[in-house]
């Protein structure tokens, strides 16, 4: 298995393999050393390129929407060993992808900074300080946003400033999550000073991605300060101080970045709307490109290959999970559930568009004249559950030609301003249980009316319209669900304990998108039936944060021991 040490080495490659024909990392054929690079404007941009792609491949492929959203319970599968352990809350140190979850961020991490160290060089050959402060402010994004999710996962980790020491020692010792999520903030906070106004290319960073990424990182600081969780004292201010400047921050983006809700909310998983006037940082995956430049997660969750055209597709077992869809369909927000899930009797029209459509349960077709379905390709399972389909784009002609085996090259958003929106107004909300705020009020009835869902006067933080239902229904299967978990265990762990127990993981149900009607399916005593593994364990305080993979744990035996302060200095 690939250690730290590993991953640093990687990290070293990847970077003296960074020349590329297009600032997204399509490698050319001449692969310059780190010596003969960086001499101008093009090399400091090359140089970053891979960071919006290849170095979140491993995150993308299954850690993202497998461990985020399926220990959030927005996703399980029962008989797949990558995600029933987090749904059901049994994984271990040996847990089969929880070193590659691990990694992953780590390689963020390195080429961030193997990057950073290296732009230096660009101010001895000439290149403009701006140039350069605006490239370190990518790579500062990136490693900052980093280690905002090895925070949300993992709490203490090691912070990996300059690489060079851990080459020559790899037994690292961890540091506190205090100090993490604080470390988190000035990179973004450095990112949000450097970058400029309006992004130098499409799909590129702008100041108001890394506004929009301090409004969640500081909901976050605010939540654990909140919590009396500090004893470092990296994060210095009050609860109410950072709310204040994540109310701030959001209300920078909303007002002045220039963002706009894209008013059909199927709209934003689609190819052809990549990069569009919602997404404030989404991955840049490249067409045709080799494995690792390429979005891979579809054929993990696309429920079969007729879904895709041919392309491979492994999530038939893959589902949506019962509560969360039963959470849509008592909410009757149908437009989000549409578009998140595939739910039995659902018809898409830009699904298997070369064949008249998709109509889940059956399969493609279309509707005649007369207004009745016609089959023309037929799926045939034995139960009918709802199955992703956020992040599904369909078949090659669906996506003007886009998408390829293993390559849906559906760019990803990681912030949208929906998100930013929601941070807005639980910033607004704060230390108490609710907000009249006009301009909170604004936003969150502006994501509710595109969902199809009626305007409220007051924002709850919980209740049926509250802010977290929205949150969850608005942000489900993106990699955000869980972090909004630990966010507020921070300060309401048994709130949260109790919220997860009462999930009914892995269990079995029916819904009817023509009718909207939701069933649990019961067992002769009358209890709800359980799919799969039956090991599931009684949400705990220990299953807030992952254990360190097994291989980590050999080879540092300072992961065990008592995190060390980081010095800032």
Not at 79 to 86: E, F, K, L, R, V
Request: glycine share 8%; charged share 20%.
């Amino acid at each position: 298995m690939k250690k730290i040490f590993s991953i640093i080495c990687i990290g070293v490659a990847l970077l003296s393999m960074s020349s590329c024909d297009n600032w997204l990392g399509v490698e050319s054929e001449s692969e310059p050393t780190i010596d003969a690079f960086f001499h101008n404007e093009s090399d400091c941009r090359a140089a970053t390129g891979p960071l919006y792609s290849v170095v979140w491949f491993d995150f993308n492929n299954n850690f993202s929407f497998g461990f985020m959203d399926g220990r959030a319970n927005n996703v399980f599968a029962p008989w797949s060993d990558y995600i029933y352990p987090y749904v059901n809350l049994t994984e271990t140190t040996a847990t089969a992808n929880l070193y590659s979850a691990w990694a992953s961020l780590f390689v963020i991490v390195v080429q961030s900074d193997n990057v950073l160290k290296n732009l230096d060089t660009a101010l001895l050959n000439g290149v403009s300080e701006s140039v350069v402060n605006e490239c370190k402010g990518e790579c500062r994004f990136m490693r900052g946003l980093a280690y905002w999710y090895l925070a949300m996962s993992w709490g203490n980790v090691p912070i990996i400033e300059d690489t060079t020491p851990f080459l020559e020692n790899p037994a690292m010792s961890t540091n506190p999550t205090e100090d993490v999520i604080a470390f988190a903030i000035r990179d973004m906070e450095f990112a949000a000073a450097n970058l400029p106004e309006k992004s130098s290319a499409v799909g590129r960073l702008n100041k108001y991605s890394a506004k929009g990424m301090l409004a969640r990182f500081y909901n976050t600081a605010a939540a654990f300060v909140r919590g009396g969780n500090g004893k470092t004292g990296s994060l210095g201010k009050s609860a109410s101080e950072y709310y204040a400047a994540a109310k701030a921050a959001a209300l920078d983006v909303i007002d002045n970045s220039g963002a706009s809700l894209v008013p059909n909310y199927e709209d934003l998983f689609k190819v052809q709307n990549n990069d569009n006037s919602e997404s404030l940082f989404a991955l840049q995956w490249v067409p045709n490109a080799d494995y690792g430049s390429t979005n891979f997660s579809d054929s993990y969750l696309a429920l079969s290959s007729t879904v895709v055209g041919g392309r491979s597709a492994w999530g038939n077992a893959t589902y949506g999970s019962g509560e969360l869809v039963e959470l849509f369909s008592k909410r009757n927000d149908l437009i989000r559930l549409k578009a998140t899930y595939f739910t039995e009797g659902c018809y898409y029209d830009y699904i298997r568009s070369d064949e008249g459509g998709y109509l889940v349960g059956t399969g493609t077709g279309s509707y005649d004249n007369n207004g009745d379905f016609q089959l023309v390709t037929k799926d045939t399972y034995t139960e009918i559950k709802s199955w992703i389909k956020k992040g599904v784009v369909g078949c090659s002609d669906d996506t003007g030609g886009l998408a390829t085996n293993q390559n849906s090259c559906f760019h990803n958003p990681l912030l949208r301003l929906a998100d930013v929106m929601l941070h807005y107004c639980e910033a607004c909300i704060g230390e108490g249980t609710s907000t009249s705020d006009a301009k909170a009020l604004e936003v969150f009835n502006a994501i509710r009316a595109r969902a199809g869902l009626a305007p409220v006067s007051e924002i709850t933080m919980d209740g049926d319209n509250g802010l977290w239902n929205e949150r969850r229904c608005e942000l489900a299967l993106e990699g955000i669900t869980w972090p909004d978990f630990v966010r507020r265990a921070y300060y309401q762990q048994d709130w949260v304990l109790n919220y997860m127990g009462k999930q009914n993981r892995n269990s079995s149900y029916s819904y009817k998108w023509e009718t909207n009607t939701f069933e649990w399916e019961t067992d002769d005593d009358g209890k709800i039936k359980k799919v799969g593994s039956n090991d599931e364990e009684t949400p705990s305080a220990s299953r807030l944060l992952l254990p360190y993979p097994e291989s980590e744990l050999v080879q540092n035996q300072n992961l065990k021991a008592e995190p060390v302060p980081y010095n800032f200095e």
